[in-house]
């Protein structure tokens, strides 16, 4: 992770489950005077500790490192509130129906932010049967490629992958109101309404 748990954040979790010091240590394995070090900054939890300290606050080890728990206000499941997140060491592609704290390869990732489409990234879409044929006209190298496309509704995500050197082109059912995303490696998300 590219950054480690805070006192603070182990001091408002620990009061959020209104566990004293001296329970929480109880619940580790450790003094409450590690607990205090900890709250205080002048001592931090060893990583074979992180996995019962996050057991004993009720959350996650990945919601521990953001000192705060994480709750899906997504209550109405509306799936054009998802965020997708790109892994710049492997590529892996994630996406996530609201809020929440994502990690790949040991790295934080923020969520995308979408683009309107630009005259460098020109996508085509043409009715096919009952589908429509994606295509985006776009390099497909090794250093710059289109990674993928999603349509994404109210209740449903397609999401198709892109690989370097093949072709940036796909059928999608693009069915109900919604919006087309893809993913360019160097210059991020675009969006468009289709």
Known sequence: MNRYVT???????????????????????????????WET?????????LQPL?????????????????????????????????CPVCGNILHSAGDTVVSCCGIALPPLEAEEADEEH??????VEDEHFITINHGMTKDHFISFVAFVTADRIQLVKFYPEGNAETRLQLRGKGYLYYYCNRHGLYKIKP
Do not use: H, W
């Open 122 to 127: 020109p996508i085509t879409i043409e009715k």
């Open 54 to 86: 996050a057991q004993a606050l009720g959350i996650s080890v990945i919601e521990l490192f953001s000192g705060e728990q994480i709750t899906n206000r997504n209550i109405s499941a509306n799936m054009l509130r998802c965020k997708f997140y790109v």
């Open 41 to 49: 900054g002048k001592g931090l939890p060893d990583i074979s500790l």
């Open 7 to 37: 006192g603070a954040a182990i001091k408002q979790l620990r009061e959020n489950r209104k566990l004293t010091q001296a329970q929480l240590a109880e619940k580790i394995g450790v003094s409450s005077k590690t607990i205090s070090k």
